[in-house]
């Protein structure tokens, strides 16, 4: 089993631990030896033939240091034990970014199945704020109206509102979800060292641009038709 297994649940060399199989009763089996390698060693590995189903088609063998100062000696004695059709030794920073590359083409597939039913029921709230508060400022822009005001200036004036709410919410956004990827990143150095950290500037910036966009043609088409009842609130107000 790995280290970080056998420090949490107190296992050592020799002790017993019971798992599970699918489909089977629980088995008791022998530590035989705890494997250094951090989150790389799976939490526990059982030889061929213990009842779990076939053996991996692949394992990844991290070598320390010692190890690792040799890299033809330790790829010929793994050679040699294991055939030459079956052994492939690679620098570290090789087979990270490999591995990094397989796992950051599934975050963007879970990332695309979270984020666009989120988006559009994100863009339906903007819009619908939008129609709320503009339902509720109609003797204010007939008001405006009655004091000069011309259209223009009004549908200028819903536009800079839009802007700069979208731009503080934007602002707000961001400064929690930097908090919260800080935490996270720290989260992540007991691991040993500190992960690298990749924005999706893409997605993000397309997120924005659609929340503006929506922004501006509801505060449009809201602005809109209140200046088409303006005359009527007008006439009302001053009565």
Known sequence: MSREFADWYGHRAGSTVTYGLFGGRPVTGRVVAVLDGGSA???LLLPPGSGGGAAAPRAA???GAEAAG???AAAAELTARFGADRVRVVPSEEWFSRAAGDRDRLNRLVLGVLAVPAS???LIAVAGVLVMAYSRRGREVAGMRLIGVSAGQVRRMALWETLSTSLL???IAAGVVAVGA????GALAVFGGEPPLRVEWGVLGALTGACVLVGVVVSRAAVGRLLRHAGVAGVASRE
Request: aromatic residues 10%; proline residues 11%; positive net charge.
């Open 41 to 43: 060693v799976p939490s």
């Open 61 to 63: 063998v991290l070598l």
């Open 70 to 72: 040799s890299p033809r």
């Open 120 to 122: 559009l029921y994100a």
């Open 169 to 171: 919410g934007v602002v």
């Open 182 to 185: 800080r935490a996270y990143r």
